[in-house]
């Protein structure tokens, strides 16, 4: 498949994410929501050494109904670049499997020096592992006009979505294409109306993720927070959001300030309760909290930083009609092992239990 590489705005330790599959930068969540209970150790250490299942770990968090809906627990592959470079998709499939995921979310279709692979053996590949392709990130414009970008090459990106069989298709590219402005995003705001409304015509969700920039305030209007013009601008039925959790904290901390210094505060799982249809997918990554730290949190794997999952997916899921309407994929950015990740975050999450 095609490779694109544009500058991201954020961390530093994010350089590489546009590297090796050629997406945009997948983030994920973290929060101010509260601190999270971990997981008790024994579940922790069993996972870490592949011997802990969903099944062995549900009763960890309490007596009440899970938390995470059944059959919603996805991955961001990105998190796993490394396995899939070296070994290939299939492999990587089989240990999500044994893992207890349900869904994928790509970062590009291709897998290193594994070899070539064709969207119908990828698609084959997940399903014959009982993995959902659920969504994919795709750079949202380039210089290059040949690009794999939405802007220079739509019809090809929703050509191999269909391939896929994916049902959302996004960009983790922020709207910064014509600047900082009011008016520069309403522009990025008719650019992701288009791709929408052509995405939708074949079946598809389009999508925007997060980083934390989206959370500042229009160079032009300080009173103006970025993320709420592309809200606004944007056509509820055409454009939708993966909220990256962690990156909306993480501008929670940065952001809720004007540059004037007066207050600004903002809840992000607000903005999820106000509009939950616009939220189909989420990324769940944890951070600890740090004030020392410019963003605010270190990432860390699922499960071990301050993030309350319980109480965020909770929420949402509460929702009348909101149970099953909503996707979770596990990430990390730069995870120490990345199947040691996947196994603890798919572990951490299955215990979680609602407060009875």
């Known amino acids: 498949m095609s490779r694109f590489s544009q500058p991201d705005p954020e961390l530093g330790h994010r350089l590489s994410r546009r590297g090796m599959l050629g997406v945009a930068a997948g983030a994920t969540a973290a929060a101010l929501l509260g601190a999270a209970a971990p997981a008790n150790a024994a579940t922790r250490d069993a996972a870490a050494n592949g011997s802990a299942t969903p099944a062995t770990t549900s009763g960890t968090k309490g007596r009440g109904r899970p938390v995470l809906p059944p059959g919603r627990l996805g991955i961001q592959l990105y998190s796993l670049r490394d396995k899939v470079s070296t070994l290939g998709f299939g492999p990587v499939f089989a240990e999500l499997e044994r893992y207890g995921y349900d869904e994928v979310e790509f970062a590009g279709y291709t897998q290193g020096s594994a070899g070539p692979i064709t969207l119908a053996q990828l698609k084959r590949l997940a399903r014959n592992h009982g993995l959902n392709p659920i969504g994919s990130h795709v750079g949202y414009h380039s210089d290059d006009p040949n690009a794999y970008t939405f802007a220079q090459n739509l019809t090809k990106v929703l050509d191999d979505a269909q391939a896929l069989g994916l049902k959302h298709i996004g960009t983790a590219s922020g709207p910064f294409?014509?600047?900082?402005?009011?008016?520069?995003?309403?522009?990025?705001?008719?650019?992701?109306?288009?791709?929408?409304?052509?995405?939708?015509?074949?079946?598809m969700?389009?999508?925007?993720?997060?980083?934390?920039?989206?959370f500042s305030f229009a160079t032009d209007n300080p009173k103006v927070r970025l993320y709420d013009i592309l809200l606004k601008e944007t056509d509820p039925d055409l454009v939708h959001l993966e909220m990256d959790i962690y990156w909306a904290y993480v501008g929670q901390f940065r952001f809720s300030k004007r540059p004037d210094g007066t207050p600004a505060?903002?809840?992000?799982?607000?903005?999820?309760?106000?509009?939950?249809?616009?939220?189909?997918?989420?990324h769940v990554k944890d951070g600890e909290s740090d004030p020392s730290n410019p963003y605010g949190y270190n990432m860390t794997d699922v499960g071990d930083g301050d993030i309350d999952y319980q109480r965020f997916i909770s929420a949402v899921t509460r929702l009348r009609g909101h149970r099953l309407a909503h996707h979770w994929q596990a990430e990390h950015d730069n995870p120490a092992e990345s199947f040691t990740f996947a196994r603890r975050s798919s572990a951490h999450l299955h215990s979680l239990r609602e407060k009875c």
């Open 205 to 214: 969700k389009f999508y925007q993720h997060n980083h934390s920039e989206e």
């Open 177 to 203: 294409r014509y600047g900082s402005t009011v008016d520069a995003w309403k522009r990025a705001a008719e650019d992701f109306n288009t791709y929408g409304a052509a995405a939708r015509a074949r079946g």
């Open 265 to 282: 505060p903002f809840e992000p799982l607000n903005y999820v309760l106000r509009q939950p249809d616009r939220y189909p997918l989420f």
